[in-house]
């Protein structure tokens, strides 16, 4: 991190704090100037949204697909840092497109393919969820265009 004075490139990390669990804060001094600064880092790919079936475009949202993960492996049987490894390969991949806009059955698509190498009863139990949920949406959908009268 370059000095914002001197722009001299050796600066030191006088401490570090994280305000939040997503956010890091590092107070900093150059070594030449002695100017002190503070820096901010945050993780950049949440600011990634969800294109949902619906046409909605959602903030995307890591926790809801480590519930949805968790909630297909039915807790209990696999440890908490086996199942945040499995998510964070499914964001890796999600995250290797470079796409600012991901859809929600491109999510769906990918937390199934790790899924099914991962556990094929979870496999199983997502696609139904999954499905389902896919269903509810295109449902709604119709029902926002003006074909729910008839209910
Ligand atoms: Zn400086």
């Given at each position: 991190m370059?000095?914002?004075r001197?722009?001299?490139?050796?600066?030191?990390?006088?401490?570090?704090?994280?305000?939040?669990?997503?956010?890091?804060?590092?107070?900093?001094?150059?070594?030449?100037?002695?100017?002190?600064?503070?820096?901010?880092e945050?993780?950049?790919?949440?600011e990634?949204?969800?294109?949902?079936?619906?046409?909605?475009?959602?903030?995307?949202?890591?926790?809801?697909?480590s519930?949805?993960?968790?909630?297909?492996?039915k807790?209990?049987?696999r440890?908490?840092?086996?199942?945040?490894?499995?998510?964070?390969?499914?964001?890796?991949?999600?995250?290797?497109?470079?796409?600012?806009?991901?859809?929600?059955?491109?999510?769906?698509?990918?937390?199934?393919?790790?899924?099914?190498?991962?556990?094929?009863?979870?496999?199983v139990?997502?696609?139904?969820?999954?499905?389902?949920?896919?269903?509810?949406?295109?449902?709604?959908r119709?029902?926002?265009?003006?074909?729910?009268?008839?209910?």
């Amino acid at each position: 991190m370059r000095c914002p004075r001197c722009q001299h490139e050796d600066t030191r990390v006088l401490d570090t704090r994280m305000p939040e669990p997503q956010t890091v804060k590092r107070r900093r001094q150059c070594s030449s100037c002695g100017f002190r600064f503070s820096t901010v880092e945050r993780p950049v790919r949440e600011e990634i949204s969800v294109l949902k079936r619906s046409g909605k475009v959602e903030e995307f949202d890591r926790q809801k697909i480590s519930t949805s993960v968790q909630c297909a492996l039915k807790k209990g049987n696999r440890r908490r840092e086996e199942v945040e490894a499995l998510v964070e390969v499914i964001l890796q991949n999600l995250f290797k497109e470079k796409s600012k806009c991901l859809s929600s059955e491109k999510i769906g698509e990918e937390v199934l393919r790790c899924l099914q190498r991962f556990d094929k009863l979870a496999y199983v139990r997502y696609l139904s969820v999954h499905r389902t949920f896919a269903d509810l949406e295109e449902f709604q959908r119709q029902i926002g265009e003006g074909h729910g009268d008839t209910i």
